[in-house]
């Protein structure tokens, strides 16, 4: 009866944690889906905007510009104006002496031939400051319409800014409303496959309770490499492969179950202990591990899984679960893990 109770006890344990453990890895999973996705939405905000700021910094370079040309031509204008108001001063001053000139042609009239060319001189000067002044009206009209041209352009590109401002706050607005919905969906996807994968491994629990060496740790199932392989070697033996049927057969099932829109894969990773191998046919751990990996994966091929829900790792001595140097220790490092996860 003590016996019976401990086991009980026992049988009680085991049923409990690896929901925890489950629990503590579906959360973290979640976490850490959830960080990338936040920085890619992060990384496409950030190249958008970076070129929205690029645009508007052309524009504002162009706006310098054309105000920079702007006050030039003010400056050019004000120059003709003030040469204008001296021409007009020239060309009053030119008609008072020209009417002076009339009235001492009239007064001596005597002098004949030396007043008519004095007056003709004269006019000539006159007709020359008339002409000036002409040039200096028309370069002033000219400047008239360079600046209304300016204006307009000015205006122009103040139009463009507006809209380049409101497209920019608009693609802002955008790309929260896609970061918003992709956290949804992506969240939305995890807890299906956290869904499925519970289930998985609910359904492995029940198949396999019966053997002590097959274990559950964290979000994997641990199958001692003694169940599966002799020691040394990588072709499964007749005790794995009816354990390994069991495992295609839970697989199978969980292909029917889980949308093909869910991207999804079995990963199945080789150990191996601390001892350097010594065979002909393997250089290293790491190709005993690799081989031993894909000895599964192909033995649950030929039962019929996809192959595009496989994965064979092979991790060698270097991810022990324990970092004794002891039989027990390295018996418990030579191991198959099954991994169900995201692709």
């Excluded at 002044?133 to 463009?160: G, K, Y």
Aim: glycine share 6%; aromatic share 6%; charged share 25%.
């Amino acid at each position: 009866m003590a016996g019976l109770s401990r086991r009980r006890g026992r049988g009680s344990e085991d049923a409990y944690w690896p929901g925890f453990v489950d629990a503590l890895a579906q959360l973290l999973l979640v976490i850490t889906f959830l960080l990338s996705v936040f920085m890619v939405a992060q990384f496409l905000l950030a190249r958008e905007i970076s070129g929205q700021d690029s645009a508007l910094g052309q524009l504002r370079a162009q706006i310098a510009e054309l105000t920079q040309l702007l006050a030039l031509e003010k400056a050019a204008k004000e120059d003709v104006e003030a040469t204008l108001v001296a021409l007009q001063d020239d060309f009053a001053t030119e008609r008072n002496k020209n009417a002076d000139l009339s009235a001492l042609l009239e007064s001596a009239g005597e002098r004949g031939d030396s007043a008519t060319l004095t007056i003709s001189g004269l006019q000539t000067t006159l007709d020359k400051e008339k002409q000036i002044s002409s040039e200096a009206l028309a370069r002033v009209e000219l400047l008239n319409q360079q600046i209304a041209a300016m204006r307009r352009q000015l205006q122009t590109l103040n139009a463009i800014l507006s809209d380049a401002e409101a497209k920019n706050r608009a693609s802002e607005a955008q790309i929260a409303d896609l970061g918003r919905r992709l956290n949804s969906a992506l969240a939305q996807r995890v807890q299906e496959l956290t869904r499925y994968r519970s289930e998985f491994f609910g359904r492995l629990r029940q198949i396999l309770s019966q053997r002590s060496d097959i274990l559950v740790v964290g979000d994997r199932f641990v199958f001692q490499a003694e169940v599966l392989f002799e020691k040394g070697r990588a072709e499964l033996n007749a005790e794995g492969e009816a354990e390994i049927q069991k495992l295609a057969d839970a697989v199978k099932q969980l292909e029917r179950e889980i949308p093909p829109d869910i991207a999804w894969v079995l990963r199945v990773d080789g150990h191996t202990d601390i001892d350097p191998i010594q065979s002909p046919q393997f250089r290293s751990n790491w190709d005993l591990s690799a081989a031993r990996a894909i000895a599964v994966v192909n033995f649950l091929i030929a039962q019929g899984v996809s192959p595009q829900h496989l994965v064979a790792a092979g991790f060698g001595e270097f991810q022990p679960i324990d970092p004794g140097s002891t039989e027990e220790a390295k018996s418990r490092n030579r191991r198959i893990e099954l991994k169900l996860t995201e692709r």
